[in-house]
């Protein structure tokens, strides 16, 4: 008995140490046929002790197995086994016939597609010739190696340990050949054709039966470059730009996608790339998205003299966002101005009717000083009119003289 439970814990620890998987639900029943040799075989009937030969081997003996799926992690196995022991002593090498049937659950401790360890725990019936029949507790460790998706070999080391005082215990130790029925697998990569993505090539069982030809990770049916690792839709991304080296024209440096994989670039070398700067050929400030900023002085300067101009495209009265950064630095002075009062004046060139051209200027002049206002100037500061197209300050008759026509001027009342 001490055997028993010294092998019963040595299955234990295996099985508390392993990381188990599902086996093949897709075949779920297996056949085996070994040679085996009976070891050690006793009894505690008295005198009989060293009575059987040590190691017992039958030419024609063998050892029959069915296995059937039971869940993710159980078969249940039954064998039938056929051999015969000798004896040490009284009719020396005397056989006796040995039979035993039993019903055993396996434990799989390994997802491998090819070596499948695993343990077992049961129970049977042994009949040897005169000496009886006795029930055993049965455990043992095995081993199958396929070497196709059907076919392989297994070994099995099995201790049986009698019930009855009377009943013989043994170690049987047996080798065979074992067949997988059910399920196909073209390629023979250890996953059934049912599961496997890419049934007729060799594959890996993490991308579901599918190559990684380069290793990277990524299988190769989602693999933009499947001869070559990279980490970037499977291509190398050398800069880490996110462009692949394969579209990047510039893959040793960090650029934009919209422009191939190079950087932008910054032609006024003020900080801002020429994308997104509003005035690409001429330093300027980030806060004034790459234009220079004009400084209250100037605007200052600028007002004092002579009358701000604000210019409209053809038709309308909105106001760009040119036309506000100057509006916002008016603003500013207007607050701290001791002038009291400006007149701000609409202007059209001469493209509609008179009576047309009348409205829009009128509505140019109150869209700036409604501008004005939002930015905290005060309404008493500021009157308003409209003159259509009676006073151009430049030609009526070309698109540049009818462009500086179509303003609002801001003239101080001093």
Known sequence: MKRLVLLLTVITLSCLSQTIHAQD???PWTASLSTNAINNPFRTFPGDEGRFKT????AAGFKGGISRHLTG?????GTLTLTGIK?????????????ALDGLLKYNLSNSFTVNPYVTFGGGLTWVDTLGKSFTVDAGVGLNVWLTYNFGLTGQTMYKQAIQEFGISYYQHSVGIIFKFGGSDNDNDGIVNKEDDCPNIFGLADFNGCPDTDKDGIP???DN????????????DSDKD???DLYDNCPNLVGEKSNRGCPIPDTDKDGIIDTLDKCPQIKGSKNNNGCPEEKPEQTKAVISKKPVLIYFELSKAEIDAKSQKILDNVAKFIKQS???SYEISGHTDNTSSKQTNLKLSLERANAVRAYLVAKGVAETKLKTAGFGEEFPIDKTNTKAGKQKNRRVEIIPML
């Open 87 to 99: 004896q040490n002593f009284i009719d020396v090498n005397e056989k006796f016939s040995l039979i």
């Open 338 to 340: 001791d002038i009291k």
């Open 25 to 27: 639900v897709h075949s």
């Open 220 to 222: 190769d049916k989602e």
């Open 73 to 77: 992690k159980l078969s249940f196995e």
């Open 55 to 58: 190691w017992n081997w039958e």
């Open 242 to 244: 996110g462009v692949p």
């Open 225 to 236: 470059c499947p001869d070559t690792p990279g980490t970037l839709n499977g291509c190398p």
